[in-house]
């Protein structure tokens, strides 16, 4: 009997080896977050309260081949509070830099975007939904699973210069009551300098999408340029981003809009110091929305934000947040009443 425990023992030691030999690598990292949020609408109605919680947890895989490529692919276990589980494709890794995404690979044109300071925490005003003026610097830059994207190493052609491309194609879904994404490619380019004591970044990404709806591609698409720079000195970061386009909204299965001529300036400041940051942000976007595919719009929706945040380094991983938000909404150039100031305060925990 006691033989057989050991031969059993050993045999499980070995399988066990051999299971961590061939295993790929595997790390872990996630956030929660907890906090309180007033909103205040225009519409001079009491304020509300309302807890604030999000969390999430995902898992990065990775190894390295024989010839010294490396295969990356991650997925998320939860991400309660936001928009679902999110997973990626595969990512080659080649010896000389370069990355080469493929399955779900993105639009080179949002991969070049340049980070604007603004508020911190959950602060949030969520205008009509009828207002389709889009308010991110990527908002062209759509892509199907079906597509891969190019990283080039650093310093390609020139110190401090990367470059992406991307390009996806038609992933057979019909466009029944929602339009769909029938084809896309971008470009995008990011370049780190140095002037004195500041260190400058400065990003700019094209984008083209062609959209077919129930099967008929439409006259036009959505496109768009972006470009914007960053400027940090000591603990002091100015950024500004500014983007141009075309873009179609299918987020409704019964009502597809073409937002055309669609424009976004962002500015933000923040300023590090020891464990606390400040951060302050203005964006404005404006665009002119039709409800027929491939018809330009005439009647502009506009979104002004504003946005301020207090952080405070808490303890390792440990965030206290503070924020404030103020938007003014319009449609077809009149106000409504969907804008309001908005306040959070909270605590974020990432490992």
């Known amino acids: ?58 898992v990065s895989l990775s190894e390295t081949t024989d010839g010294g490529v490396g295969i990356a692919s991650s997925f998320m276990l939860a991400n309660e509070g936001t928009t679902g589980l999110q997973t990626a494709g595969l990512t080659l890794t080649f010896t000389d830099g370069s990355k080469l995404d493929v399955i779900k690979a993105g639009n080179a044109a949002a991969t070049h975007d340049v980070s604007v300071p603004g508020g911190a925490g959950e602060a949030s005003i ?11 610097l990527d908002f062209f830059g759509e892509a199907t699973a079906v597509g891969i994207e190019w990283h080039s190493a650093a310093d390609f052609m020139a110190d401090g ?29 990011t370049y780190v300098t140095s002037a004195g004591d500041t260190a400058v970044t400065v990003g700019a990404g ?18 768009g340029y972006h470009i914007g720079f960053s400027a940090v000195t000591g603990n002091l970061t100015v950024a500004a981003g500014y983007a141009s386009g075309d873009d179609v909204d299918n987020s409704s299965t019964t009502n597809n809009v073409e937002v055309s001529d669609n424009t976004v300036t962002k500015v933000g400041v923040k300023y590090v110091s020891g464990d606390v940051t400040l951060s302050v942000g203005y964006s404005a976007a404006e665009g002119s929305d039709s409800t027929t595919m491939g018809t330009a719009g005439s009647a502009a929706d506009a979104v002004d934000t504003t946005d301020a945040g207090i952080s405070y380094a ?15 909404s319009s449609q077809g150039g009149s106000a409504e009443t969907s804008g309001g100031t908005s306040w959070y305060i909270g605590a974020n925990m990432a490992f």
Do not use: C, Y
């Open 1 to 58: 009997m006691k033989k057989e425990l050991l031969i059993a023992s050993a045999l499980v030691s070995t399988m066990g080896v051999a299971s961590v030999a061939e295993a790929v690598t595997a790390t872990t990292s996630g956030s929660h977050h907890t906090g309180l949020r007033g909103t205040a609408l225009d519409t001079n109605a009491d304020e509300s309260l309302a807890q604030v919680t999000a969390s999430s947890f995902s």
């Open 314 to 328: 808490v303890a390792s991983g440990v965030t206290a947040n503070l924020g404030w938000k103020n938007v003014d």
């Open 126 to 136: 969520t205008v009509t939904t009828t207002n389709r003026a889009q308010t991110g």
């Open 206 to 223: 094209l984008a083209d999408s062609d959209w077919k709806d129930s099967g008929t591609a439409p006259s036009s698409g959505s496109n």
């Open 161 to 189: 210069l990367k470059i992406s491309a991307s390009a996806s194609v038609d992933d057979g879904v019909a466009a029944d009551g929602s339009a769909e994404l029938e084809s896309s490619w971008g470009v995008g380019a």
